[in-house]
């Protein structure tokens, strides 16, 4: 179960990114972007999707799998993230926490995308939560963070009360929703896209991401306190836990799709 933490006071009153199409449009996402991810550790949680439905923003439909929603929390210790064409030394080195949520989306002209509506963010670089806030829509939060190693294993603690110890062994959680971990893999992120509703719906931007030398670990979940979720969906229960290393990643230049 996820647990609460009474010392978090980091409460968001708003978790659907709407923002106004015109600036949302020329400027969140407006170039590609490149990172290096040094390792992503993803924690999958399921819960009933009557439950999870008042979480999507409109535009989007939730991801369904055996009468579940989805969401995840991506641990992510990034480096050199720049605009695509610039060089390495001009990059930001960083530690991520992402809040999702799976989702669906049809696009005006039939297209079907399955990926992500970013719930919240968090970094330990007050530049990136900054820099995240005016040119993403993914609501960055400054946190302290504090990560420690065991054989090669990232474990994290922040500021905002997220506790996460795995270690390495393919075993699922006790009544995970997955039956087996080619299951659980379809929801390991990072998706192919993200997306946030603009005006309630009027526009959906996305945001195409690929990577390279994805390969993801199955891990064994220790122990797992994650407030920003307990508080959304206090139902939600681990499903399964994912680590990679040593990624290459791309955001492309956001596409806004107005609906009809």
Known sequence: MIEPHTGDRGTRKNVRPVSNILATGLLRHAI???????????????????????????????????????????????????????PKRLGIDFFLVGYRLFVR???????RYRGLQILGSETDRWSMALGGRLFTHYGYLKVGAH???????PGIATSSGLNLVVRDEPSLPTGSVFA??????RYAGPMP???????????ILRVEGSRAHWEPQPMAITSLVVPFLSRLAPQAEPAAAFLVRDVDYVWKRGILETRR
């Open 105 to 111: 989306f049809e696009s005006p002209t039939g297209h």
């Open 193 to 203: 896209f993200t997306f946030a509703s603009v005006r309630d719906g009027q526009a």
């Open 32 to 86: 590609p972007i490149v990172a290096h991810f040094d390792w992503a550790l993803t924690v999958t949680l399921a819960g009933p999707d009557t439950s999870l439905r008042a979480l999507v923003a409109p535009g989007l439909t939730l991801d369904t799998f055996k009468n579940r929603g989805f969401l995840a929390v991506a641990c992510v210790q990034t480096r050199h993230l720049r605009p695509r064409g610039f």
């Open 147 to 153: 990560i420690t190693h065991d054989q090669g294993v």
């Open 180 to 185: 087996n971990w080619d299951e659980a893999r």
